[in-house]
Structure formats: structure tokens, C-alpha cells
């Protein structure tokens, strides 16, 4: 399975991305923000970070990048194209999953581990996952997901939630969402379900010594899915 | 020519940096205050000479660029 990596001026999970993809079989490329061509990719991955010094609001410079229209075109086309933190940030700007992420609701950097409870298992991402619940690493300022009335009807009728802010049991309450996101959502999708978008960072959560291993069993099954 | 556009967030959206420089200036005594909502405001120098074409490529920029219509209305002032 091969996967691309853009790397964005100010991106800084964008190596982490590319050990945890090569740790689970990927053949992975890093790929240059001006760059027009998207390599020969199963999957494309917009890394965390802070693109272009979040100027203006986060994700929008990079959303007009080079490299962008090719992965418009090949989320468009079907494929694969998952946004981590910042990389979910320039999905919304781009309009490929619906929304904005605003400012966190306490106007408070957040860096924590959370517990998040997949929503939805008719998709290539958390198909076959056998938990409910994992537990991921989340830093971000700007993660307090947001849509209009209307959005929100056509994510709930199309089940494009993709993961929500839980406790360890998988309550899903206000008292467990970290930034005031609406329904306390950390993850969507597109109407087709091949774009996520999720504030968590999976690729922090692949070694039992440094964090945990519930990146491991998403990374994994991602692999698998995609066989 | 000089064409300034202000960016402000919609109605019903939450922000939070307003709501603290409003508890701010009430602890500073100011407090008539009814609410404060932050925006952005740009400048924009054009070489275009024409005020209405250069009003309809601002506009895009906007649309495009400038504001996120999701969450933010933009007012753009045309140059006197």
C-alpha cells in the first residue's frame, strides 16, 4: 500500500505520520506543499502542525496550496485522504468534509489524552476495529468543531460523524468534550466516507513505551482495509 | 486604490476572545458594555482603476479566501 505525507511550511507531525505509516506496512512518500503532482497514493495524509503560522484562520493558507488541487481531485476521484489535527483544519477550509474548527471553547492550548467513540464502522477507517472506544492524543488550539444548523442535519442523516470526545467507558457527555465542539464531535467524514477529517493524533499513539497502542490498532486495520 | 474590507463573525457563532476582552474592560470599570464581538479588518491596494471591477475581484477574494462563510460575513468599504 503506498501513501503521501504533505509536508506544508510550519507542518510539524508530518515525520511522526511518516514512521507510523512505514511502522504498519505503508510505502510512504513525504510530499512537498508546491509540488502540482500527488504521487501513485492509496492514501493521503495531512499532518498536524501549524501551516503557514495558522495566518488568517488555521488551515486556509494551505488549503490553496499547489499540491492541494491534486488532492482535491483525488478525494473527489474516491481516494483515501485523512486530515490530522491541523491537516482536519485544512480539510474544512478546503470544504472536502463540512464546517470550521473554531478557537477551543476556554481559549486554552489543550494537549491531553482523550477517549473518543467511533461513531460509525461503515467505512474504511474504523471498519473491523473491534473496540468502541480508543484512547488518542489530542494538541490543538483551534479544535472546537462547528457547523451551521443545516450542516449538522446532513452530517447526523448521512452518519458523517466519524468520532466523539468520550469518557473511558464511552459516555459521550459536555463534561468530556475538551474544546466546545458540537456534539462533542472529533471526527467527520464526507458524504462518501473516503475523506476524514479528526483533531486526535493516531500516529502518537503507535509504542507502548512513549504512549499507548491504540494508534497501532487503527493504523493496523487501515492497512487491512485497504488490502 | 485602497479598498478595505471587514470581516466579522456571524450571529450565532461563539467567540470566546470577545466574551474575555468584554469581562476584561468590565474589570477595568467599563461597564455599560452590552457585548464585544473581535473581527478582522484588511487593506487592500489594488492597481485596478475601475471601482466597480475592483469591488466584484475584492468580493471574490472574500468569498474565496478572506472570510470563511461557514462562520464569518465580510462588509467591504469602497474607496471614496
Same mark, same amino acid.
Given at each position: 500500500?503506498?501513501?503521501?505525507?504533505?509536508? %506544508?511550511?510550519? =507542518?510539524?507531525?508530518?515525520?511522526?505520520?511518516?514512521?507510523?505509516?512505514?511502522?504498519?506496512?505503508?510505502?510512504?512518500?513525504?510530499?512537498?506543499?508546491?509540488?502540482?503532482? *500527488?504521487?501513485? =497514493?492509496?492514501?493521503?495524509? *495531512? +499532518?498536524?502542525?501549524?501551516?503557514?503560522?495558522?495566518?488568517?484562520?488555521?488551515? =486556509?493558507?494551505?488549503?490553496?496550496?499547489?499540491?492541494?488541487?491534486?488532492?482535491?481531485?483525488?478525494?473527489?476521484?474516491?481516494?483515501?485522504?485523512?486530515?490530522?489535527?491541523?491537516?482536519?483544519? @485544512?480539510? !474544512?477550509?478546503?470544504?472536502?468534509?463540512?464546517?470550521? *474548527?473554531?478557537?477551543?471553547?476556554?481559549?486554552?492550548?489543550?494537549?491531553?489524552?482523550?477517549?473518543?467513540?467511533?461513531?460509525?464502522?461503515?467505512?474504511?477507517?474504523?471498519?473491523?476495529?473491534?473496540?468502541?472506544?480508543?484512547?488518542?492524543? @489530542?494538541?490543538?488550539?483551534?479544535?472546537?468543531?462547528?457547523?451551521?444548523?443545516?450542516? *449538522?442535519?446532513?452530517?447526523?442523516?448521512?452518519?458523517?460523524?466519524?468520532?466523539?470526545?468520550?469518557?473511558?467507558?464511552?459516555?459521550?457527555?459536555?463534561?468530556?468534550?475538551?474544546?466546545? =465542539?458540537?456534539?462533542? @464531535?472529533?471526527?467527520? %467524514?464526507?458524504?462518501?466516507?473516503?475523506?476524514?477529517?479528526?483533531? +486526535?493524533?493516531?500516529?502518537?499513539?503507535?509504542?507502548?513505551?512513549?504512549?499507548?497502542?491504540?494508534?497501532?490498532? %487503527? %493504523?493496523?486495520?487501515?492497512?487491512?482495509?485497504?488490502? | 486604490?485602497?479598498?478595505?474590507?471587514?470581516?466579522?463573525?456571524?450571529?450565532?457563532?461563539?467567540? +470566546?476572545?470577545?466574551?474575555?476582552?468584554?469581562?476584561?474592560?468590565?474589570?477595568?470599570?467599563?461597564?455599560?458594555?452590552?457585548? !464585544?464581538?473581535?473581527?478582522?479588518?484588511?487593506?487592500?491596494?489594488?492597481?485596478?482603476?475601475?471601482?466597480?471591477?475592483?469591488?466584484?475581484? !475584492?468580493?471574490?477574494?472574500?468569498?474565496?479566501?478572506?472570510?470563511?462563510?461557514?462562520?464569518?460575513?465580510?462588509?467591504?468599504?469602497?474607496?471614496?
Amino acid at each position: 500500500m503506498k501513501s503521501s505525507v504533505i509536508t %506544508f511550511p510550519g =507542518s510539524n507531525c508530518d515525520r511522526d505520520m511518516d514512521v507510523a505509516l512505514k511502522k504498519f506496512g505503508f510505502k510512504n512518500k513525504m510530499v512537498w506543499h508546491a509540488d502540482a503532482e *500527488l504521487p501513485k =497514493s492509496d492514501l493521503v495524509v *495531512l +499532518p498536524g502542525g501549524f501551516s503557514y503560522g495558522d495566518y488568517l484562520r488555521c488551515g =486556509s493558507m494551505a488549503s490553496k496550496s499547489k499540491i492541494m488541487q491534486s488532492v482535491i481531485n483525488f478525494a473527489n476521484a474516491g481516494g483515501m485522504v485523512m486530515g490530522i489535527c491541523n491537516g482536519f483544519q @485544512i480539510l !474544512v477550509e478546503t470544504g472536502l468534509v463540512p464546517g470550521v *474548527l473554531l478557537r477551543n471553547k476556554y481559549l486554552e492550548f489543550i494537549c491531553k489524552n482523550v477517549f473518543v467513540k467511533i461513531n460509525d464502522k461503515k467505512n474504511k477507517y474504523f471498519k473491523n476495529v473491534h473496540n468502541e472506544i480508543l484512547e488518542f492524543h @489530542i494538541a490543538h488550539n483551534e479544535g472546537n468543531y462547528f457547523c451551521t444548523n443545516d450542516q *449538522l442535519k446532513e452530517i447526523e442523516d448521512n452518519n458523517q460523524i466519524a468520532i466523539n470526545y468520550c469518557d473511558e467507558n464511552g459516555k459521550i457527555e459536555d463534561q468530556f468534550n475538551p474544546n466546545g =465542539s458540537i456534539k462533542n @464531535i472529533a471526527g467527520i %467524514f464526507n458524504k462518501e466516507k473516503n475523506v476524514l477529517g479528526m483533531m +486526535p493524533h493516531p500516529e502518537r499513539m503507535i509504542d507502548t513505551s512513549l504512549s499507548g497502542e491504540d494508534g497501532s490498532l %487503527f %493504523f493496523k486495520n487501515l492497512i487491512n482495509n485497504l488490502k | 486604490m485602497k479598498i478595505s474590507v471587514i470581516i466579522t463573525l456571524k450571529k450565532d457563532v461563539l467567540d +470566546p476572545q470577545g466574551k474575555v476582552i468584554h469581562q476584561t474592560l468590565e474589570g477595568m470599570g467599563y461597564d455599560s458594555i452590552n457585548e !464585544v464581538r473581535q473581527g478582522k479588518y484588511f487593506e487592500i491596494d489594488t492597481k485596478e482603476t475601475d471601482n466597480v471591477k475592483a469591488k466584484a475581484k !475584492v468580493e471574490e477574494m472574500c468569498e474565496k479566501l478572506l472570510a470563511n462563510l461557514v462562520i464569518e460575513n465580510y462588509k467591504i468599504i469602497e474607496p471614496k
